[in-house]
């Protein structure tokens, strides 16, 4: 994979970053986590669960909550030219 990839990508890129996009691919397609979990070859599905597949997000309200008071901590990309 090196040999055909940039090194800027190699170092971060690894197989998991790989295994966690299909699961969370097939959870999104709606495959239960049994599927997921043999494609991966996974022996239970928790593991699967608990390391490879995507979270979603579980409350909206909750995100813009956090957005809100967090916001005026961080410097949003563009914000630093306009001040």
Do not use: K, N
Not at 39 to 60: E, F, K, W
């Amino acid at each position: 994979m090196q040999s055909i990839a940039c090194p800027a990508v190699t170092e971060w890129f690894v197989s998991h970053i790989t295994r966690r996009t299909v699961a969370t691919l097939l959870d999104e397609q709606g495959l239960s986590a049994r599927a997921i979990a043999d494609q991966l070859g996974h022996a239970r599905p928790s593991m699967t669960q608990d390391v490879y597949m995507g979270r979603r997000i579980a409350s909206d309200a909750a995100a813009t909550s956090l957005d809100a008071t967090l916001g005026s901590l961080v410097a949003r990309p563009g914000e630093a030219e306009r001040a």
